[in-house]
């Protein structure tokens, strides 16, 4: 079920949202359609198609729902011989390379401007992407019942406001873009690298990125930012079959087998980032991070990474969007092009800020420096901290392999 749900639920929700108006009320729907299959499919089977079974059970509930409260009209008829067709579990499953119109207009109403930022995100993230909150609220560092309140607020606000259920004229698109494209951003980034949980990444929900964003390009041509995230998303992508072992334990850059990269999805994400730079308007905050992705893939062996491009990169993501994060990765991209002594001395600026307290990965880049200058009991620390940080069991393990390596 847990598979099923993590694959479907963003079209389950969006369809349904579609159907009742409320995307609040069609997450209800859904979730109570999962309790039902979690108490007829062990004994009845699990259907041949999981996901519109499911859909359907959810608009039976809903049409339930308005019959008890004697509230038939037109939309209930219509929904009633939709049903009909629905109930139908035997016809094709979705295609996983489409793009469901329902998902985009259930993107764009959980990115209303009714809502705060991190309510569109963290709302998002949950009927869009999946994630629990628990997985929001590592992806944001903040307390879990802090993620939990923002969705129950943006869902009791989108009802209030009785924001439609469509995507927006073009008008409102440059309001709602940047928080599409944010909220796609982190979505990937969740599949790219599990926050918790016992998996190194998860694959289907980077990919549903990958397909909205794709979609979104096509939608908004003009638009630069779009283009350079399709074009990081199908780099990070690409490596994606060489990044764990059979048994799922993660690889790490410089140690994967580069011939197992998808070249494909190399080749669409530098058409992708010539589709953004001949619109002549510059990169942004997304094409120079596929400007740095794209050194990587195009790298045929790891010696040939060009550190001191991707350090000049960093350097200029930092100055258009000053962060910490940024600055932690321009410190590994300085390690490689100038030594490790150099970029100790950014990640040691970093801890005493106190920007990243917290946040595994600065004890494990400082720990990975330390070791690299032979400071091996200093490095070790570091590691354990890091180790004890990370919510993710994979990384946990592999962390504790360089504690052992630290001895």
Same mark, same amino acid.
């Given at each position: 079920?847990?598979?099923?749900?993590?694959?479907?639920?963003?079209?389950?929700?969006?369809?349904?949202?579609?159907?009742?108006?409320?995307? =609040? $009320?069609?997450?209800?729907?859904?979730?109570?359609?999962?309790?039902?299959?979690? !108490?007829?499919?062990?004994?009845?089977?699990?259907?041949?198609?999981? =996901?519109?079974?499911?859909?359907?059970?959810?608009? !039976?509930?809903?049409?339930?729902?308005?019959?008890?409260?004697?509230?038939?009209?037109?939309?209930?008829?219509?929904?009633?011989?939709?049903?009909?067709?629905?109930?139908?579990?035997?016809?094709?499953?979705?295609?996983?390379?489409?793009?469901?119109?329902?998902?985009? #207009?259930?993107?764009?109403?959980?990115?209303?401007?009714?809502?705060?930022?991190? %309510?569109?995100?963290?709302?998002?993230? !949950?009927?869009? =992407?999946?994630?629990?909150?628990?997985?929001?609220?590592?992806?944001?560092?903040?307390?879990?019942?802090?993620?939990?309140? @923002?969705?129950?607020?943006?869902?009791?606000?989108?009802?209030? *406001?009785?924001?439609?259920?469509?995507?927006?004229?073009?008008?409102?698109?440059?309001? #709602?873009?940047?928080?599409?494209? =944010?909220?796609?951003?982190?979505?990937?980034?969740?599949?790219?690298?599990?926050?918790?949980?016992?998996?190194?990444?998860?694959?289907?929900?980077?990919?549903?990125?990958?397909?909205?964003?794709?979609?979104?390009?096509? $939608?908004?041509?003009?638009?630069?930012?779009?283009? /350079?995230?399709?074009?990081?998303?199908?780099?990070?992508?690409? @490596?994606?079959?060489?990044?764990?072992?059979?048994? +799922?334990?993660?690889? $790490?850059? $410089?140690? %994967?087998?580069?011939?197992?990269?998808?070249?494909?999805?190399?080749?669409?994400?530098?058409?992708?980032?010539?589709?953004?730079?001949?619109?002549?308007? +510059? !990169? /942004?905050?997304? +094409?120079?991070? *596929?400007?740095?992705? %794209?050194?990587?893939?195009?790298?045929?062996?790891?010696?040939?990474?060009?550190?001191?491009?991707?350090?000049?990169?960093?350097?200029?993501?930092?100055?258009?969007?000053?962060?910490?994060?940024?600055?932690?990765?321009?410190?590994?991209?300085?390690?490689?092009?100038?030594?490790?002594?150099?970029?100790?001395?950014?990640?040691?600026e970093l801890v005493a800020s106190g920007a990243l307290r917290g946040y595994h990965l600065l004890p494990s880049v400082r720990g990975e420096l330390l070791h690299r200058l032979g400071r091996r009991a200093e490095a070790k620390a570091e590691f354990v901290e890091a180790a004890r940080l990370t919510g993710n069991e994979r990384e946990r393990a592999l962390l504790q392999r360089r504690i052992d390596a630290a001895d």
């Amino acid at each position: 079920m847990a598979v099923v749900w993590r694959i479907e639920s963003a079209r389950i929700v969006a369809t349904l949202a579609r159907y009742v108006g409320d995307v =609040g $009320l069609a997450e209800d729907l859904a979730q109570e359609a999962v309790l039902d299959a979690l !108490r007829q499919w062990p004994e009845q089977g699990v259907p041949a198609n999981p =996901g519109a079974w499911l859909t359907a059970v959810g608009k !039976r509930k809903a049409i339930d729902g308005w019959r008890r409260r004697e509230r038939l009209d037109d939309r209930y008829a219509a929904m009633a011989h939709d049903l009909e067709n629905a109930l139908d579990t035997d016809a094709p499953p979705w295609d996983p390379d489409t793009i469901d119109d329902d998902v985009l #207009r259930l993107v764009f109403t959980a990115c209303h401007p009714v809502l705060a930022r991190e %309510q569109q995100v963290a709302l998002t993230l !949950r009927v869009v =992407g999946g994630l629990t909150t628990e997985e929001i609220a590592r992806a944001f560092l903040v307390p879990t019942a802090t993620v939990q309140q @923002r969705i129950v607020r943006a869902k009791k606000t989108l009802r209030a *406001a009785h924001v439609p259920f469509e995507v927006p004229g073009r008008s409102e698109f440059p309001e #709602r873009l940047s928080s599409v494209l =944010g909220v796609l951003y982190l979505v990937f980034n969740e599949g790219y690298a599990a926050s918790a949980g016992g998996d190194w990444m998860r694959p289907e929900l980077a990919l549903e990125a990958l397909r909205l964003a794709r979609s979104l390009a096509e $939608l908004v041509p003009r638009e630069p930012e779009a283009h /350079g995230l399709v074009a990081l998303f199908e780099f990070q992508a690409s @490596r994606f079959g060489a990044r764990t072992t059979p048994d +799922g334990e993660p690889i $790490l850059l $410089l140690d %994967q087998d580069r011939s197992r990269w998808d070249r494909t999805l190399i080749a669409r994400g530098s058409a992708a980032l010539s589709r953004q730079d001949a619109l002549g308007r +510059g !990169r /942004g905050y997304y +094409g120079l991070q *596929a400007g740095i992705a %794209q050194c990587h893939a195009t790298a045929l062996r790891a010696d040939d990474t060009d550190w001191e491009r991707i350090s000049i990169l960093y350097e200029a993501l930092g100055r258009l969007a000053p962060s910490p994060v940024v600055e932690l990765n321009r410190a590994v991209a300085v390690s490689m092009s100038e030594g490790p002594a150099t970029a100790l001395r950014i990640v040691d600026e970093l801890v005493a800020s106190g920007a990243l307290r917290g946040y595994h990965l600065l004890p494990s880049v400082r720990g990975e420096l330390l070791h690299r200058l032979g400071r091996r009991a200093e490095a070790k620390a570091e590691f354990v901290e890091a180790a004890r940080l990370t919510g993710n069991e994979r990384e946990r393990a592999l962390l504790q392999r360089r504690i052992d390596a630290a001895d």
